[in-house]
């Protein structure tokens, strides 16, 4: 038996280091090749670290949360062989060298070494302990995933599911995230499929722990941030976006490449760069240590994505220079590539004003976080129709509330609403979106 080393792989270029945010495996636990070892967050995206070989993990070399520098020593297994594969030399001198003094000059890598040498433990028997595994999960099972959801899994358990006939969504994972380990597969062959529970309600007594580790960490520290230093003013106002709406179904019917279907966001873009050409002190980042109010000539605007990580902010760069069809355009793509995880660290950075919407979930009103340094934040609330009060009846019309927030420690409250007020203008007579005036 030898010991293996695997290092902390190179993840992309320029990358010096990445935060460990997930472990698929601990101390005893025997990996097969291309099993997940664990998962690192730079600050582009994800990535998934594969076993290179089968063997027993003996140590992990850090915890959830901590920052792994590219190189570094991640994991060390017990592999079979004569350690010719190690990746550092240290690591392969301990197998090379049997006599019972090398321990005493090295007592760390002892310990594995000696536990390698008995003939019983190279023999697979640790892995009809491994069903063992499915345990916790009936104390605490993991969440179900929803019916025809796609499993996670490695290829390796794939393709044993492929081999034996069996559908990985029958199958209830007990690795991070419903993730299915060769143990779970194990143990579902032996038991075969689950029947269905019936009774009546069951008491759930469990706790489970999550880390705020990642992604979820950083917004997490980005909301503090905002909310301890920021003194948020919010103004709600009500918009008529029939007009707007009613242009928005006409542009809509021929759509091409160049001129895609438009949302209602690029319609507030624009009225957002007119808006703000006539208040530059809202298109602003406020350094609050040094004091100073860095009015931008350019709109660069931000606007607030979930992803499945997690809330990302994309920027449309320049939105004072793209038209109704350009800002639509690159909102799409950006939208996209923040989803998919693609999103570059330029395409997520440098925004001066940001938009947040939950589009059809988005209540009556909201108080959004302004996100700093930025000023300003226009919040986008659901649309419904509500009957109006014309001057002689009730009519039916489609309103919008806007929820806009702003950094009262530069922006004063008449110098808001009057932001405000042009919104809504700039929307209720949408024509003017296309008129210099």
Not at 26 to 49: P, Q, S, W, Y
Not at 94 to 110: D, G
Request: glycine share 8%; proline share 9%.
């Amino acid at each position: 038996m030898a010991e293996r080393i695997i290092k902390l792989p190179d993840v992309g270029e320029g990358i010096a280091e990445a935060e460990l945010v997930e472990w698929h495996v601990k101390v005893g636990d025997i990996v097969r090749e291309d099993d997940l070892i664990a998962a690192v967050m730079t600050d582009k995206a994800t990535v998934e670290i594969p076993s290179p070989v089968e063997g027993e993990v003996t140590w992990v070399g850090a915890e959830i949360g901590d920052t792994v520098a590219i190189g570094s020593a991640l994991v060390k297994l017990k592999v079979s062989g004569d350690g010719a594969a190690s990746e550092a030399p240290a690591e392969a001198e301990a197998p090379a060298e049997p006599p019972k003094e090398k321990p005493a000059a090295a007592p760390p890598p002892a310990a594995p070494v000696a536990a390698a040498e008995p003939a019983p433990r190279q023999l697979p028997t640790p892995k009809p302990a491994a069903p063992a595994r499915p345990a916790p999960v009936i104390t605490t099972p993991a969440p179900r995933r929803p019916v025809g959801e796609k499993p996670l899994a490695s290829p390796a358990v794939r393709l044993k599911a492929r081999e034996a006939g069996i559908d990985l969504r029958q199958v209830q994972g007990s690795g991070p995230a419903g993730r299915v380990t060769h143990e779970d597969l194990d143990a579902f062959i032996l038991r075969g499929p689950e029947a269905p529970t019936k009774g009546g309600l069951v008491a759930r007594t469990g706790i489970t722990d999550v880390k705020i580790v990642g992604l979820r960490r950083r917004i997490a520290e980005k909301m503090a941030l905002s909310k301890s230093r920021i003194p948020h003013i919010t103004i709600v106002e009500e918009v008529d976006v029939s007009a707007l709406e009613d242009l928005r179904a006409a542009l809509n019917k021929k759509p091409t490449a160049e001129r895609p279907k438009l949302t209602i966001l690029p319609f507030l873009m624009r009225a957002m760069v007119k808006a703000l050409g006539e208040q530059p002190n809202l298109n602003a980042l406020y350094d609050d240590e040094a004091g100073v109010v860095h009015q931008h000539a350019g709109i660069d605007i931000g606007i607030a994505t979930q992803a499945p990580s997690g809330l990302m902010v994309p920027v449309v760069k320049h939105a004072e220079a793209r038209d109704l069809w350009g800002c639509a355009i690159e909102l799409s793509r950006l939208a996209e590539r923040a989803r998919d995880g693609s999103a570059t660290r330029d395409e997520l950075t440098g925004s001066t004003i940001t938009i947040t919407s939950l589009g059809a979930l988005g209540g009556i009103a909201t108080t959004p976080v302004i996100n700093h340094p930025e000023v300003a934040i226009v919040g986008v609330n659901k649309m419904m129709v509500r009957p109006v009060w014309d001057g002689t009846t009730f009519v039916p019309r489609k309103m919008m509330n806007l929820s806009s927030s702003f950094d009262h420690r530069v922006i004063d409250g008449w110098d808001a609403a009057v932001f405000v007020q042009r919104l809504k203008e700039l929307l209720e007579t949408p024509a003017t979106l296309f008129v210099d005036m």
